[in-house]
Nanobody
Framework: QVQLVESGGGLVQAGGSLRLSCAASRTIFSISRMGWYRQAPGKQRELVASITSGGDTTNYADSVKGRFTISRDNAKNTVYLQMNSLKPEDTAVYYC?????????WGQGTQVTVSS
C-alpha cells in the first residue's frame, strides 16, 4: 500500500510558476515510476510527466515540454513538479501517481488554476 499526498496547488496568473509536491508514505525508491497527471473539467485525465525510480528517465506531455520539470528526492520520499510559464490551459486538478510492481496508487489531487 502506498499513500500519496499532494500539495502546492493554487491560483496563479499566466506566466507564473508553481511547484507541486507529492509525499509518499513509503520509500519511493521501490516504486517503478512516479508521475503527475491532470484532469480539466470535461476532459480525460492525462499524463503530464513521469520519472523512473532512479530518476534517469523522464517523460513529458508535448504541451508542457520546456515549461515543467519533474524530479524526485528519494531520501524525502517526495516527487516534485516545477511548473513555469503557466498558461490558462494548464488549469486542472493535478494528481500524483505511483506505479508499483503490484499495482498503482493515486493521490487525492490538488487544484491548479491559472488566470489570464
Amino acid at each position: 500500500q502506498v499513500q500519496l499526498v499532494e500539495s502546492g496547488g493554487g491560483l496563479v496568473q499566466a506566466g507564473g510558476s508553481l511547484r507541486l509536491s507529492c509525499a509518499a508514505s513509503r520509500t519511493i525508491f521501490s516504486i517503478s515510476r512516479m508521475g503527475w497527471y491532470r484532469q480539466a473539467p470535461g476532459k480525460q485525465r492525462e499524463l503530464v510527466a513521469s520519472i523512473t525510480s532512479g530518476g534517469d528517465t523522464t517523460n513529458y506531455a508535448d504541451s508542457v515540454k520546456g515549461r515543467f520539470t519533474i524530479s524526485r528526492d528519494n531520501a524525502k520520499n517526495t516527487v516534485y513538479l516545477q511548473m513555469n510559464s503557466l498558461k490558462p490551459e494548464d488549469t486542472a486538478v493535478y494528481y500524483c501517481n505511483a506505479l508499483c510492481a503490484w499495482g498503482q496508487y493515486w493521490g487525492q489531487g490538488t487544484q491548479v488554476t491559472v488566470s489570464s
